[in-house]
């Protein structure tokens, strides 16, 4: 545990809301009392009589890797289920081939929200760009490790792993990351593995691995339980779960999470507040959904042909998504903790890692999902 850790920088000077924090309540009444004070003025909350048909439509563009992937299913639900249409939110989803190519369209303009690793945002911070994250979809990174069968069947251990050829989705990458630190957990030399690059398109990952252009895939699901159920891959490591994601990094973990520009975050406050309410409402609907549900509202190609594949892979990282879309101080000190093994960074900058997120967004969201 890391002494004295701060609570995040808030956006605004009369929300100093903590999520570990009773304060949050308190607040939240005064913006009430208040009419809503400051988030009211940056156009976060509609004011009292303001009807959704006196509002213009709002569009924002999200930038992500794999859409279709479990690791965005919390704001794919939100807006099957009807969130952003209701409170007159467009999306432009911008489809990527990897996190970091979604980083990249954010840094050059061309997307107002990333939805990504959180340690995207340590990396941004630590470049002196102000990027925060403002809802967590995931508690766990959804990534594994698997080696191609053909090549587990000719080792005896992991000693035998001398040279082989990795398939991430890219360099910079939640899955280069999690290779990185899979590499350490094993005690194997990095020089041992050769990265290539994939991108994130299903189809490409299984013929990488069907026709030997790589050895071994560290990806997210639902392909990798795909891969595995049809004997292509054998597991060596995974971080589905919360227990599994614990053990390969030592404590609470976080991963999937929307985040923007803090300029954003202020002037168009109102948006990041109704994607993070979409976020908040997907995870509660997410608690007691049954197959059937799921089904019903994921779309039909994100299954991957295979419904009871996908149900799958869906039940073994089921217990990772975020309860609330909180952060949690000790999950931001496992997070940097990661960070620090893979840049070789052994002291904690405090002043950086608090401007790293907020929870603001979602205590107000839960406040409205749950009246």
Not at 181 to 194: C, G, H, I, P, S
Not at 199 to 213: K, N
Not at 265 to 270: D, F, P, S
Request: charge should be positive.
């Amino acid at each position: 545990m890391f002494p004295n850790a701060p609570r995040s920088v808030p956006l605004y000077a009369e929300l100093s809301i903590d999520g570990n924090s009773s304060r949050g309540i308190s607040v939240l009444h005064k913006l009430r009392r208040r009419e809503f004070s400051a988030m009211a003025m940056a156009g976060v909350v509609l004011a009292p009589g303001l009807t959704q048909a006196t509002v213009s439509p709002q569009k924002v563009s999200i930038a992500l890797a794999a859409k279709i992937s479990l690791f965005h299913l919390p704001l794919v639900l939100a807006e099957q289920l009807g969130v952003f249409k209701n409170e007159g939110l467009q999306i432009d989803w911008l489809e990527c081939e990897s996190g970091l190519q979604a980083v990249q369209l954010a840094l050059n303009g061309q997307a107002d929200v990333v939805s990504g690793a959180f340690e995207h945002t340590l990396d941004l911070q630590a470049r002196g760009l102000n990027y925060r994250a403002f809802v967590l979809q995931g508690r766990a990174p959804q990534i594994s490790v698997g080696l191609a069968t053909r090549k587990a069947l000719a080792m005896k251990s992991l000693d035998d792993l001398k040279s082989f050829k990795m398939g991430i989705s890219s360099l910079g990458s939640g899955t280069h990351w999690l290779a990185q630190q899979w590499l350490l957990k094993a005690k194997l030399a990095a020089e041992n593995v050769q990265f290539i690059e994939l991108g994130s398109a299903t189809g490409h990952l299984v013929e990488a691995v069907r026709t030997g252009s790589v050895d071994a895939l560290c990806h997210i699901d639902p392909v990798m339980h795909y891969l595995e159920q049809k004997n292509e891959l054998r597991l060596l490591a995974d971080t589905r779960s919360l227990l599994s994601s614990q053990r390969m990094f030592g404590g609470p973990m976080l991963s999937a999470c929307l985040f923007g520009k803090g300029e954003f975050l202020q002037k168009r406050a109102h948006v990041a507040l109704t994607l993070t309410r979409g976020v908040v409402r997907a995870l509660q609907w997410l608690k007691t959904a049954g197959p059937s549900d799921i089904l019903k509202m994921v779309p039909s190609h994100n299954w991957m042909g295979d419904r009871a594949i996908y149900l799958g892979a869906l039940e073994n990282v089921r217990n990772s998504y975020s309860l609330d879309g909180m952060f949690s101080t000790e999950s931001l000190q496992t997070a940097w903790r990661a960070r620090a093994s893979r840049v070789s960074t052994d002291r904690a900058n405090w002043t950086t890692l608090a401007k790293t997120y907020t929870n603001e967004f979602a205590l107000i969201a839960q406040r409205k999902v749950n009246s």
